[in-house]
Each structure stands twice: as structure tokens, then as C-alpha cells.
């Protein structure tokens, strides 16, 4: 007999403002369904890798300039060099963890005077959607007092302001709202809740594709 095809993984995607603990629960929550014996993997964006990152990379540290419109497409582009990895694992049955995903280049994009919010969306729109979005919700004031803004180009309270305004309109039933103001463990073990409750709510059937 044939063997039945592996469930597809979830993706899930974790986001939020500076210094709200992504990196940090991303990676805890990988561990954790890898120790229950749930495959998952980590991704980030940007994958500063690729040469594409590398562009993006030495814009962050503002080695290069760039039209608002171009870094904004590079932002996408890194990510669409990203899918079939991200197809193809989610088929193998494994799920994505991803750090920063479409909603951070919306956002940031979008907080500049230059660039709206449905133009952003465009160069996105079609990347699966995730099973889930895991907002990590910090007060800017606490957030900065993990760290002083560096010298990274978005590193600014009035620009992280409008941000999180553009994070807020990009909402939906998918989002779950998580106090990052806690401790570390805290945290986790609310994101591992709201992950136990999609893998056992959610139907896995063929992935959406976003804002379509
Ligand atoms: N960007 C964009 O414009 N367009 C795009 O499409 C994408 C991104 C994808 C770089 O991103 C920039 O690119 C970013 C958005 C823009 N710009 N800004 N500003 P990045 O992901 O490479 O950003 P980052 O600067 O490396 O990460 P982050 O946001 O600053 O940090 P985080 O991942 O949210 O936090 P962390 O590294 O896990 O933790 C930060 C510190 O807080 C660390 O010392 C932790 O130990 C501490 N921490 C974590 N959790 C806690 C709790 N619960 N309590 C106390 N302390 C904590």
C-alpha cells in the first residue's frame, strides 16, 4: 500500500516592532516543537545571505542609498527567493517559524511619506499566507529600554510610531495579540499556546495565497 502524504506543516509568523523579542521567541519556538516531535525550521528576513540581502544588509548600515521604491521591491524579492524553500517544507510536513515577514515590509515601507499602503502590498501579495501571525505587542518606550536605538537606518521612536500604525491596519482574524512586556518564559508560553491551539483548530488544507 501507499503511504498517505505528511499533513503540511503551519506557517507561522512572528512579528512586531524593535527589540520585541522575535529573534528570541522564533527561535524558542522552533525548539519546542522540534523536542515534541513536531519538525519545524527557522527563517528570517531579512535573509541577509543571498545577494540580495547583502544589498539590503549594507542599506540597513547605510553603506548604499536606495529609492524608496527599490529597497522596498528588494525587501520582497528576498522573500519570493525564499519560496520554494518555504513550499516545499511546509509539504514535507515540517512547519516555518519565520521572523519578520510581508506585514514588516508593509509596514516599515509604508511609514515613509513617500510610498502607501496598497502599493506595498503589491510585491507580497501571493506569498502564502501564514496559518497564523504571533504579534509580539511592546509600548515603544519599554522596547527602547532594552537597548539604545542603534545606528540602523528605522531606528527612531517617531518612525517605530508609525510602524506599529501600519501593523495595526494590516490586522486580521489570523493575528493574536501577545503581551511581549512579560518575562522571556512568559512569553513562550503563550506563544506555545496559541501554536498548540492552531495545530489542533486549523483544517491544513492548501495555503492561501496573501492578500488575494
Ligand atoms: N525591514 C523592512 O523594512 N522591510 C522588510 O521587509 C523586513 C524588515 C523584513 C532589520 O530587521 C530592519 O529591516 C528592521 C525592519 C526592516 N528595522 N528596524 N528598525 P531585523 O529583523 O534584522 O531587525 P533586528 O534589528 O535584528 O531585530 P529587532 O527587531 O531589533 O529585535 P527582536 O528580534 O524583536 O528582538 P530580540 O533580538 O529577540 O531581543 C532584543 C533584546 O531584548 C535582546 O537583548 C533580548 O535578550 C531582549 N529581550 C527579548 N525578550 C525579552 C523580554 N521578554 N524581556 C526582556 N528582555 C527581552
Not at 39 to 65: E, H, Q, W
Not at 80 to 100: F, M
Not at 153 to 179: G, S
Not at 202 to 211: E, N, Q, R, T
Request: glycine share 8%; proline share 5%; charged share 25%.
Amino acid at each position: 500500500s501507499v503511504a498517505a502524504p505528511p499533513r503540511r506543516g503551519a506557517l507561522i509568523v512572528i512579528e512586531g516592532c524593535d527589540r520585541t523579542g522575535k529573534t528570541t521567541q522564533a527561535m524558542k519556538l522552533v525548539e519546542y516543537l522540534n523536542g515534541s516531535d513536531r519538525k519545524a525550521i527557522f527563517m528570517r528576513f531579512p535573509d541577509r545571505t543571498t545577494p540580495i540581502g547583502c544589498l539590503i544588509d549594507s542599506y540597513l548600515s547605510r553603506g548604499v542609498n536606495l529609492e524608496d521604491q527599490v529597497i522596498h521591491l528588494l525587501f520582497s524579492a528576498n522573500r519570493w527567493e525564499s519560496h520554494p524553500k518555504i513550499i516545499s517544507t511546509l509539504k514535507s510536513g515540517a512547519s516555518v517559524i519565520i521572523d519578520r515577514y510581508a506585514f514588516s515590509g508593509v509596514a516599515f515601507s509604508a511609514a515613509k511619506e513617500s510610498l502607501g499602503l496598497q502599493w506595498c502590498k503589491g510585491s507580497d501579495a501571493g506569498l502564502p499566507k501564514p496559518d497564523v501571525v504571533l504579534f509580539l505587542d511592546l509600548p515603544l518606550e519599554q522596547a527602547a529600554t532594552r537597548g539604545e536605538y542603534g545606528s540602523e537606518r528605522y531606528e527612531e521612536l517617531k518612525f517605530q510610531q508609525r510602524v506599529y500604525k501600519n501593523y495595526m491596519a494590516l490586522r486580521d482574524d489570523t493575528w493574536k495579540m501577545i503581551d511581549a512586556s512579560k518575562s522571556i518564559e512568559e512569553v513562550q508560553r503563550s506563544m506555545e499556546a496559541e501554536v498548540e491551539r492552531v495545530m489542533k483548530e486549523s483544517k491544513f488544507g492548501p495555503l492561501p495565497g496573501l492578500w488575494w
